[in-house]
C-alpha cells in the first residue's frame, strides 16, 4: 500500500525558503510520478511540480507560470524522498500544499487533471506573511 508523508510546512517571511518533504513508500510499480498540488483559500487545487520515477524528469503545473525559477522538485531514491525546494515566497504561495502520486508521465500534474491522481497526502500549511 503506498503511502505518502508530508513535513516541513510552516510560517515564512516573503523572500524566504522553505523545504518541503515527501515520504513515499509502499509501491508496486516502478513507473510513476510524484508531485505537489496546492490549494489557497478560497481557490482550486493546482498542480504545481512533478518529478517522474522513470528519469527523475520534472514538469511544471499547467498554472504554475508564477513559480518557475522559484520552486524546484527533486528526489533521494534511495531515501523514497521528493523535496519541494520554494524560494523567493511571495503571501500568494500561501496555501495548503499535497504530495501526491501521479501517472508515470505527470500527466495530473502537468494538465491539472485530478483523475489520473491516484493518491494525495494529508497537506501540509505553508503561510508567507510577516
Known amino acids: 500500500q503506498v503511502q505518502l508523508v508530508e513535513s516541513g510546512g510552516g510560517l515564512v517571511q516573503p523572500g524566504g525558503s522553505l523545504r518541503l518533504s515527501c515520504a513515499a513508500s509502499g509501491f508496486t510499480s516502478d513507473y510513476y510520478g510524484i508531485g505537489w498540488f496546492r490549494q489557497a483559500p478560497g481557490k482550486e487545487r493546482e498542480g504545481v511540480l512533478c518529478i517522474s520515477s522513470s528519469d527523475g524528469s520534472a514538469h511544471y503545473g499547467a498554472y504554475a507560470d508564477s513559480v518557475k525559477g522559484r520552486f524546484t522538485i527533486s528526489r533521494d531514491a534511495a531515501k523514497n524522498m521528493v523535496y519541494l525546494e520554494m524560494n523567493s515566497l511571495k503571501p500568494e504561495d500561501t496555501a495548503v500544499y499535497y504530495c501526491?502520486?501521479?501517472?508515470?508521465?505527470?500527466?495530473?500534474?502537468?494538465?491539472?487533471?485530478?483523475?489520473?491522481?491516484?493518491?494525495w497526502g494529508q497537506g501540509t500549511l505553508v503561510t508567507v506573511s510577516t
Open positions: 501526491v502520486v501521479d501517472s508515470g508521465p505527470c500527466t495530473g500534474t502537468r494538465e491539472n487533471e485530478y483523475r489520473y491522481i491516484e493518491l
